[in-house]
């Protein structure tokens, strides 16, 4: 089949990161990687628009992240009788966690934690300005800071212009 | 740890093998996506590049009648056939299926089919007739696969039809004998257009004649169509390839027709396409992309579905057939998926026969001739849509069916898998768009937004539920998007979201309303839910089946309302058969043992409520929290065996318990609903205590109006919990 190369590479660049803020969310694999394919599904059917987007991976990834937000309404935690290693604990903590966090935090902190993009480019995947994002960010941390207990963890340093 | 860079620690809670990358679903899923938002969009712009203006106005253009369709009854297909019932007196001549004639004398040898002089209406026949004598011709004009609408030339008639309209012609063109007169019956009949001609043996037919012409013209029958694969389809033409394709999908609601169906004809040999890449059924890109420069292929495709008049969107204006080239919308290079700039496309969505279809007409060139314009157009006369019943303002189609009061407007549709349903106390102007009407709800609107799913995510696994279906305080979405359609509620709106699955399917109900919703606005919503009819699925292949997986809840399972402590129990002890626990059930309150049954961890120990609440749940009792008591309250208590996660913390079970926020924090689990409590001192909260080594997770629900007695009795009922 003939698909856009343009797509082919970004399909093939970010489903790993995709998959694995799907993942951050939901802690579940097997909806991670659906929400990763319905994301990127999305994005082809819309690929002439999205090509030129400031930031087609960022969409891709807010709408993975819609995506296991949906799916996750109603459905019980899936990590709560499952305790093993302490960093499984610090894993199953923090994504407990990311999952308090409004929508557009988890975003902010999927995209540029996790993706590792400026702020710049998070404010463009996001559609709003820096300033928004680095709000976002900063109220996440605090929001972990004390999900954890941690109040070290709201260090600005995290943030990357 | 917490010197540990966040970034770090976020990438290691995120870190999992990821699975292989795989595009053929992607690519499979993003032409269902594309195609359902052609369907759904103004004329088709999605697949607009640029837009060039071709001159096409000199082409054929047929079609120009402006009276609207209206089949009145479901289309069946038959062999096309039209004939005479055999009656003594009259010799028929069957020339073919849709031409037949039948005369009270012998037919002239010149009149035989397959004779040089063969005349379609046997005037051959009629120039030889006695003065008694009568010859009947009759064509169905519109062949034996074809299906039309009413126009000037062939008005709307019914069967029997009347000699009495017939036109009659007293000399006319080809007539054999200046002594025979010419009775012309023209007419659509369902859906196709009817010839009769009816001669005597003299210019003044007697009133015996007369009587016995019309007692033959009793026995003509026609038949329906016959099909030729599809509800859309093209006739077939020499040098041409016709086809007609459903997509590989099964749907236990479909009623006949309602799959997916494309229809496409083409003039060029292309390689076999790829069938996983293409929806509906159809020219692939590959094939597309294989199309020469004198190639052309014109498809059709009905992928939407509704009862409903489809005109009132605007998306599908209503056109007749044939379909004029020139009506189509005109774009140059390829499409999502297809990297061919040297080709030229014309589309057209549009309501034929009721039905609404979108168009494709690919050139495999930038620079179409008149010739191929010609050739493509010749291909457009060959497209048979085949009628839909009437449309309806009723809502009850897709296993699906909603009564509204009056002065509501709804809307609902389907892609042949899923079903989509928007209703409104304000007009929806265009059901597709309906983000706009949700957006304009005034102060003391509500609207409805109802989608069965068909996501292909298998690991929407959400909670059964039972009607009648309702909204109750859990389902308060602040911040949901409906659908994910990208925005939030207009300022003021509030909008609930319940997501459950019935009869094994997923449902994802939206209710917003245009300013804070009292409980008398909820109890009106409620009242139109409780209408709401949902047919369980009945195809294996598509039922979703929740399955436990790794989770930690087990098979969902609803039982009876079987209490085990009513409000008129003497004795109000609740004792679960296991652990030695119980719990003493208020004065007027109910109380079950196990109400989630299947939980595995935590296991669901007992329940006390304010009422006589409904048991069953997924890994909490929804059902009974959907229909908490404005000024009720539900208590759950669930149980750990074999010790407690290491991540949950249990405090002693204290001997006087306190409701205070120092005591309970908000439940925001799934388990709960959509997991936001709705506020204002309701919601519900959770505390994990420790009883005689045992680990217990205790859950309290109140509803928004429940005063200090309904609290006292929750924390009297927590104070009187004992185990062993």
């Known amino acids: ?56 991976g960022g969409w891709v990834t807010t709408t993975a992240l819609n995506t296991v937000r949906r799916a996750l309404r109603g459905r019980p935690s899936i990590e709560r009788a499952n305790p093993g290693t302490a960093d499984l604990d610090e894993a199953l903590t923090l994504r407990a966690a990311i999952r308090e966090l409004p929508p557009r935090q988890q975003e902010a902190v999927a995209l540029h934690y996790l993706l590792d993009m400026p702020v710049a480019e998070t404010a463009a995947a996001m559609g709003v300005d820096q300033g928004t994002v680095k709000t976002h960010l900063a109220r996440a941390r605090d929001a972990l800071a004390r999900a954890l207990d941690e109040p070290d963890l709201n260090d600005a340093n995290d943030v990357r212009s | 740890m917490s010197e540990t860079p966040l970034k770090e620690r976020l990438r290691a809670a995120a870190d999992a093998p990821v699975p292989s990358p795989t595009l053929g679903p992607v690519s499979r899923r993003a032409r269902i996506l594309r195609a359902r938002r052609v369907a759904g969009a103004a004329l088709a712009t999605a697949i607009t590049v640029t837009a060039i203006t071709l001159p096409l106005s000199g082409l054929r253009h047929l079609g120009e009648q402006d009276r609207s369709p209206q089949p009145t009854t479901e289309s069946v297909f038959g062999d096309g056939r039209a004939g005479f019932v055999p009656r003594q007196g009259w010799t ?32 051959a026949t009629a120039g030889a007739l006695s003065p008694d004598g009568i010859v009947m011709a009759v064509l169905i004009e519109s062949g034996p696969y074809r299906w039309e609408e009413p126009n000037g030339n062939f008005p709307e008639r019914s069967f029997p039809i009347s000699l009495q309209d017939a036109r009659i012609d007293h000399n006319w063109e080809t007539q054999p004998d ?14 196709r257009w009817l010839d009769v001609r009816v ?37 077939p033409d020499q040098g041409w390839q016709t086809k007609v394709d459903t997509p590989p999908v099964s749907d236990g609601f479909a009623t006949p027709g309602d799959v997916p169906v494309a229809a496409w004809t083409t003039n060029a040999d292309l390689p076999p396409g790829d069938p996983t890449n293409t929806y509906p059924a159809g020219p692939s890109n590959d094939q597309i992309a294989a199309l020469p420069a004198g190639g052309i292929v014109v498809a059709a495709s009905q992928t939407l579905f509704t009862s409903n008049p489809i005109e009132r969107t605007g998306t599908y204006p209503a056109h007749h057939l044939t379909l004029g080239l020139d009506e189509f919308e005109l774009s140059s290079g390829g499409q999502e998926g297809l990297a061919r700039e040297d080709l030229t496309q014309a589309s057209l969505s549009a309501s034929v026969m009721g039905r609404p279809i979108f168009v494709h007409v690919w050139f495999g060139t930038l620079d179409v001739t008149d010739e191929l314009r010609r050739e493509a157009q010749d291909a457009l006369d060959r497209l048979v849509v085949v009628p839909t019943p009437p449309a309806t303002d009723a809502l009850d189609r897709f296993g699906i069916a909603l009564p509204l009061p009056a002065g509501w407007d709804g809307f609902l549709y389907s892609f042949g898998l899923d079903a989509n349903l928007v209703a409104s106390s304000a007009p929806i102007d265009d059901p597709f768009d309906e983000p706009v009407m949700r957006r304009s709800l005034s102060p003391t609107d509500v609207a409805i937004v109802l989608s069965r799913e068909d996501w292909y995510i298998r690991a929407q696994l959400w909670a059964p539920d039972e009607p009648p279906f309702e909204i109750g305080p859990y389902d308060r979405c602040d911040g949901c998007e409906v659908m994910d359609g990208g925005e939030i509620s207009a300022p003021g709106h509030v909008l609930f979201n319940h997501t459950f699955t019935y009869g094994g399917a997923p449902f994802d109900l939206y209710v917003e309303f245009g300013s804070e919703p009292t409980q008398a606005s909820i109890d009106q919503v409620n009242t139109v839910l409780a209408g709401l009819r949902l047919e369980p699925l009945t195809d294996p292949a598509v039922v979703v089946t929740p399955e436990p997986g790794t989770n930690v809840v087990g098979a969902i399972y609803d039982g009876d309302i079987d209490l085990d402590v009513t409000a008129d129990t003497e004795i109000r002890t609740l004792s679960p058969g296991w652990l030695n626990a119980s719990i003493h059930v208020p004065a007027g309150w109910s109380g079950q043992n196990g109400t989630v049954a299947g939980m595995q961890r935590p296991e669901s120990l007992l329940t006390v409520g304010s009422w006589a609440f409904p048991p069953g749940g997924y890994c909490g009792p929804l059902p009974a929290l959907q229909r908490l008591p404005a000024d009720g309250a539900l208590v759950w208590i669930d149980t750990y065996r074999g010790g407690a996660p290491g991540d949950l913390e249990f405090s002693p079970w204290p001997d006087r318990v306190v409701w205070d926020a120092s005591t309970f924090v908000a439940d925001s689990s799934p388990c709960v609903g959509n997991g ?24 309290v629900a109140l509803g928004p109006d429940a005063g200090p007695d309904v609290v006292a009795n929750v924390t009297a009922a927590l104070e009187s919990f004992r185990v062993g």
Not at chain 1, 32 to 46: G, H, N, P, S, V
Not at chain 2, 178 to 189: C, E, K
Request: glycine share 8%; net charge negative; hydrophobic share 40%.
């Open chain 2, 199 to 235: 001669y005597f043996g003299r210019q003044d037919p007697t009133s015996e004649q007369l009587a016995a012409a019309q007692t033959r013209l009793d026995d003509l029958f026609m038949n329906a169509p016959a099909s030729l694969g599809g509800s859309v389809a093209f006739l």
């Open chain 1, 1 to 56: 089949m003939t698909v856009d190369p343009g797509f082919r590479q970004l399909y093939e660049r970010e489903f790993p990161l995709v998959f694995r803020a799907a993942f951050l969310l939901c802690g579940d694999r097997q909806l991670a990687e659906d929400a990763a394919q319905e994301a990127f599904a999305r994005a082809l059917a819309r690929w002439r628009r999205l090509r030129t987007h400031p930031s087609p």
């Open chain 2, 178 to 191: 200046p002594d025979i007169p010419q009775y012309l019956l023209l007419g659509t009949v369902a859906h």
């Open chain 2, 676 to 699: 936001e409590p709705a506020g204002r001192g309701s919601g519900v909260w959770v505390k994990g205590w420790s009883l005689g080594g045992r680990a217990f997770v205790v859950h």
């Open chain 2, 92 to 123: 028929d001549l069957q020339k073919n299926d849709v031409n037949v004639c039948t005369s009270t004398e012998s037919f002239a040898s010149s009149d035989s089919p397959g004779d040089p002089g063969e005349s379609t209406f046997c005037t």
